[in-house]
């Protein structure tokens, strides 16, 4: 999901959740030894994915830093609005360390953050701190979700479609409402 824009339509959260489900059956059947300690092997599942997010997001970040040159040069057409970049480097240079975190989180977002961060020239160093806070919270906190609330509520398993159905709109419920927000302002705004 993090890296290019090949993954946006993943359920990042979902899947990190089933993985936390099944995290001892992932880590004894992927690694040649058996660690014998549940903890163990969260920790081992979660730095493993973390580590993939990481490089997934940087990878992300030096592409938007290595085309943003080129959008910053263009001109505006129908799909493109150089304005939206200037927007986009104001907020960045604000709370872009609270953006790379909290887009984690919020699907879609996390896929496109790391690139807008790379476009508009985010300090990389600020960046890659930010980068690996953030993808450590994210995943500790849906892997750790699942393990433990499987552990409490073992018939978890047998509901793996509906979770991943409820995890997506839970997940998606906050853009939802943004966007019927912002419709009803544009309204209300063209109104008066």
């Known amino acids: 999901e993090t890296g290019l824009f090949a993954g946006f339509f993943l359920p990042g959260d979902s899947l990190l959740f089933v993985a936390g489900i099944y995290s001892d059956d992932l880590v004894n059947n992927a690694l040649p030894f058996q660690s014998g300690s549940t903890i163990i092997n969260l920790f081992i599942l979660g730095t493993l994915?973390?580590?993939?997010?990481?490089v997934g997001n940087t990878v992300g970040y030096w592409f938007g830093r290595k085309s943003g040159?080129?959008?910053?040069?263009?001109?505006?057409?129908?799909?493109?609005?150089?304005?939206?970049?200037?927007?986009?480097?104001?907020?960045?240079?604000?709370?872009?360390g609270f953006a790379v975190?909290?887009?984690?989180?919020?699907?879609?977002?996390r896929t496109?953050?790391?690139?807008?961060?790379?476009?508009?020239?985010?300090?990389?160093?600020?960046?890659?701190?930010?980068?690996?806070?953030?993808c450590f919270a994210w995943v500790i906190t849906m892997v750790c979700a699942g393990y433990?609330?499987?552990k409490a509520f073992p018939i978890l398993q047998t509901?793996?479609?509906?979770?991943?159905i409820v995890i997506v709109l839970v997940s998606t419920l906050?853009?939802?409402?943004?966007m019927?927000?912002?419709?009803?302002?544009?309204?209300?705004?063209a109104g008066n």
């Not at 509901?159 to 991943?164: D, P, Q, R, T």
């Not at 906050?174 to 943004?178: E, L």
């Open 49 to 54: 994915i973390a580590l993939a997010g990481i």
């Open 69 to 96: 040159p080129f959008l910053f040069e263009r001109k505006d057409s129908l799909l493109f609005k150089k304005k939206y970049l200037y927007q986009a480097k104001d907020f960045y240079d604000k709370n872009g």
């Open 101 to 109: 975190i909290v887009a984690r989180f919020v699907p879609f977002i």
């Open 112 to 134: 496109f953050a790391p690139i807008v961060a790379g476009i508009v020239e985010m300090d990389k160093k600020k960046y890659f701190f930010y980068n690996v806070v953030g």
């Open 148 to 150: 433990f609330l499987n």
């Open 159 to 164: 509901k793996l479609e509906l979770i991943v």
């Open 174 to 178: 906050p853009i939802i409402y943004k």
């Open 180 to 189: 019927i927000q912002a419709k009803r302002e544009k309204k209300k705004n």
